[in-house]
């Protein structure tokens, strides 16, 4: 199977990422702050190591990193735990339903002022538009995806955070398609993200990291291991965000994804995916029913949108599986991007590759669809 | 003696014992369409106790040609055939229980129903579910009668539990393509008239208990042409078949097709659960008086019947468009694509 959908899940995941997941089922077996045995301090300090590996990247403490299910969960509980009535929300048209959906959900329950903005030329970002939009709209949080997970088009994040800190607006970047694949010390005041995707983790696992001072209330009370006499749940970062029992072995998992996937090899990485996709790209052109939907310029994630006037995104996706190519079709859980792209009827057929795809095993995807 | 079942318990193979076990059986009927509503009438009006009725469909336009029991009002309202079916039937006989299951018929739902029937009627328009009905009825020593029919032809024969079986005859079901359906050949209502008269008459020995007097073979008749007659079979079962032999009952762990509504689209796929390939050109050239827009490209089959858009793959998957409800999307694909 030629595999191709990492923006959705990466796959496989390093040898060394699976062995530390059973490492935890063979010989571990406890949960962080849960006991006083040898094996607790061990696994306590393998996920404290993850925090801070996290907030290195993140440029913020490891102590400001908490785990949650995934960046569906993170999002849920920055956008339900910093929010208030009538409060006004700035996002954008390329936004997952991660953050759609709760933004719309909120805004029925406390009265949100929302503005969506649109896509420029080309499905592009520009700094302008961000900076026109903050000083007209005023708004107390600006929340964005750092790329789409449609179009791969990254946007400026360090330049928007900028602007946003300077109109005293707080940000919440969603990292989901950029952790692993791009450089996240952008400023933001919040990062929400996902273990499974390019940082090669373990599913069910995702972390939620924010400034000090930016005034978040956790939304869930339970055990944390600490602070047992308390009937109250603890204020303190990271135990304010995380109650109940840990998914360690998936903490453990992305721990060694953390340490196989060295920072300095990353542009590697990301240009070696990009040349695969490059390739694609000119090969599917050179059939004049094939429209890319690609950003123009600046930088992109290895992701790869396109539609054929011949053929429902769907009956491509099912000719591809049956020559056992695995990527993903339709709308990608983006909801507001395709009036943009002009594709609401059927989405897009999105080839994702990881690092270790080559252009041969790439092009199997265009040499597929010959007709 | 005017009793409401007197001329029918006056029939020698019949009388009072006859008709007594008539009230007391169980009869399940799969597919309510024209076999099955002939079969359902009768077997009412015949006094059958407990008749269970089992499809997925609504009634449509199209049926009224041929499937009594249902009226332009159910046409109109969409109707689900089995409920449309046992409404009717309430009003002829409202002394025995009909039970409406608008549902797929899979081993599962087979093995969910509250009782074991005593019989099984084949009321269906395709082979995967007839393969079904054979293994199931099988592995539970049930009789069964099979029966179809297509333009002015049809077939019918009873298949006892110890055999020979559907499969005895042919080992696989026949290719999609391979034979006609009602949308391709056309269906004339006394083939569908004859056939039922077979199996309604071989039920009635059954459930009267006449096992010695049911026929064998496979009854088939040409009712443009006049002819009608039982061709012999083999009295034993085949030797290698795995269902006769209870080795194995391949339809019971061959899975349902999967049919899943795809996110955010008027859409489902159905892909059947062994990937036998389709020959598309042959299933093209059987589609071709019947459908609109049939295109064939290199990689798939497209046309249009129904009010939805079908595009069929080589490996036998197939995706709709219009519809968002799997089991009618499944009831789509059956009918017009035919054996998965």
Known sequence: ?371 | MNGRYSRQVRVAGIGEAGQAALGSSRVLIVGIGALGTHAADALARAGVGRLWLCDRDVVDRSNLQRQVLFTEADADAATPKAVAAAQRLAAVNREIEIVPHVADCSAAFLDALPERPQLVLDGTDNFATRYLLNDWCARAGIPWLYAGAVGTEGAAMVVMPAGPCLRCLWPEPPQAGDVGTCETAGILAPAIAAVTAFQVAESLKLLCGRDAEVTRGVFTCDVWRGSYQVVATASAPAPECPVCNRTAFPALVAGAPSAVTLCGRDAVQVDPPRRTPIDLDRLAASLAHAVQDLVRTPHLLRFAADGVRFSVFPGGRALLFGVQDPLRARALYDRWIGAC
């Open chain 1, 1 to 371: 199977m030629l595999y191709l959908d990492h923006a959705a899940t990466s796959f496989p995941k390093p040898a060394a990422v699976t062995a530390a997941v059973l490492r935890w089922y063979h010989e571990l077996g406890v949960s962080p702050g849960r006991g006083d045995s040898q094996r607790t301090t061990e696994v306590t300090r393998l996920v404290e190591q993850t925090r801070q590996g996290l907030g290195r990247r993140l440029g913020l403490p490891g102590t400001r990193v908490a785990f949650t299910s995934g960046a569906t969960e993170s999002l849920n509980l920055f956008l339900r735990g910093f929010l208030r009535p009538g409060d006004r929300v700035l996002t954008t048209a390329f936004e997952h339903s991660s953050v759609a959906r709760p933004l719309q959900a909120l805004q029925r329950e406390r009265q949100l002022a929302l503005q969506i903005l649109p896509s420029g030329t080309g499905g592009s970002l520009p700094v302008a538009a961000v900076q026109a939009a903050l000083a007209t709209f005023a708004p107390r949080l600006f929340v964005f995806t750092h790329a789409s997970n449609v179009t791969g088009a990254v946007f400026d994040a360090a330049a928007f955070c900028a602007a946003a800190r300077a109109a005293g607006t707080t940000t919440l970047l969603d990292v989901s398609q950029t952790a692993g694949w791009f450089d996240l010390q952008v400023g933001a005041d919040a990062f929400a993200g996902s273990a499974h995707k390019a940082l090669l983790g373990p599913p069910g696992l995702g972390f939620l990291a924010v400034r000090e001072g930016v005034p978040v209330v956790g939304q869930k009370q339970g055990g944390t291991g600490s602070s047992r006499a308390l009937a109250e749940h603890p204020a303190a970062w990271p135990t304010a965000f995380e109650a109940g029992t840990p998914n360690t072995p998936a903490i453990l998992g992305l721990h060694a994804a953390l340490h196989e996937l060295d920072d300095a090899g990353m542009p590697t990485r990301r240009a070696r995916a990009q040349a695969a996709i490059d390739a694609l790209a000119a090969a599917l052109a050179a059939d004049p029913r094939v429209v890319l939907l690609q950003p123009p310029s600046g930088p992109r994630t290895p992701v790869l949108s396109f539609v054929r006037h011949d053929l429902d995104p769907a009956e491509i996706g099912a000719i591809l599986d049956q020559a056992d190519i695995h990527v993903r079709t339709g709308h990608h859980c983006a909801p507001w991007v395709h009036a943009w792209l002009g594709t609401e009827a059927g989405g897009t057929v999105r080839i994702s590759p990881g690092a270790d795809v080559t252009a041969a095993d790439i092009l199997a995807v265009s040499a597929a669809l010959v007709d």
